[in-house]
């Protein structure tokens, strides 16, 4: 068993660092009632958030019900696994169920379409504690932020991090030299995950670790892409900006669509303006590397997008939030809408025995008319979302409304119906007499009767 594992906190008053974020976890299970919010636990990787999750359960006396990013996280899959058991007891004898959600902010790809609005409809019916956890707050949807209460988990310091690495050392019959130790914990960068992992792949084999060991496990220090820009406009030199290029995982053509979609940081018109020209001569580079399969273009690519772009910034630097290509965003809009207009109409198709190619060409104007006739009839009938709606009303408020209303008027009906089940028949002894009388008063008055 690797050792990150091995001494998994067990309990919150193992966790390493973070005390106000453990303390608030505490106390939002000790007052938990139904109309608690859910907790979002976010923060860098191996800080310590779902270890304090599978603590505060431990503590609490609470079984666990994870969903993670390696399950299809659809709408029904959520409603089936999540749903149920935010809804039910526990089995186990445990006083309650946490549902843990991990990798929260990962609800945006196509297998997970309207996760993040099932996410939301399980927290309001929810009859059990939920805690989602996320590396970046503000990737979460945001109808599901407005449902939730964040619990901020900073990177741990070296301080904290060299107190745990002695003590794995020495159950582990370890010794260490003098800042050996703190070495780790600086190259971990607040990871305690890493440091952990860096001090068992260091001591295999040894029972006394040296700087020499841990120089030849330090944590993997690939520059990311955010760095990259963020380096660009605080004029690094050329040679770090052509190496952190070649450290990132994204290729020459996505680098220059994240200089583009940043530009917008260059200090005025000028200096914008030179950076759109270095790019659009750098894309020049990008189309020709395709257009001949000739990849040894690709330097000169960002050799054109990066140095120029950083010599039009003029080491300004970045005065604002790093952001993705606005173009990725539009491309997902646009995905995701023709998801949604292909799952209507392969529901449309089984509804009314029609080829979805007919119903497209022919049938969807003209469909689209009788909804918006009654649209809360076809919301019921059809079973249709906000977003199917929409594409019939294109008004986003309208199709929203409608389906709450809906949705609120079958639950009345369901709720009804389990009510006139449960009332009690009429007993077969009364008397003929007071038979009568109740038949006559049932029948409606348009009924003429002699008896």
Known sequence: MDWAEKYRPRHLQDIVGNAAAVRQMYEWAKTWSRRSRPLVLYGKPGIGKTSSAYALARDMRWEVVELNASDQRTKPVLERIAGSSSTTASLSGATRKLVLLD?????????????????????????????????????????????????????????????????????????????????????????????????YAASIGKDRLTGEDVHTVRKDERSTIFELIAAVFKGRSDGDLLRMAYEVDDTPDAIEQWIEGNLHHMPDFASRARGYDYVSRADEYVGRTYRRQYYTLWRYANAIALLGAADAAGGHGVRGRIQPPARWGMMSSSKRQKAIRTGLLRKLSQSTHIPQNTLREEFFTLIGLLVEQDPKRFVKELQLDADELNLFLHDRTSAARVVREAAREERAAATAEKKSRKKPAKSAADPPEKRREEERSERPSSQATLF
Not at 104 to 114: F, V
Not at 115 to 135: C, F, K, M, T
């Open 103 to 199: 990798e929260a902010d990962n609800l945006h790809a196509h297998a997970d379409r309207g996760g993040a609005r099932a996410i939301v409809d399980i927290i309001a019916e929810s009859r059990q504690p939920i805690i989602l956890i996320a590396n970046d707050y503000y990737r979460l949807a945001k109808e599901i932020r407005a449902v939730t209460e964040p619990v901020q988990f900073r990177a741990l310091q070296v301080r904290s991090i060299v107190p745990r690495l002695r003590q794995i050392c020495a159950e582990e019959g370890i010794s260490c030299t003098g800042g050996v130790l703190e070495e780790i914990a600086e190259a971990a960068s607040g990871d305690l995950r890493a440091a952990i992992n860096m001090l």
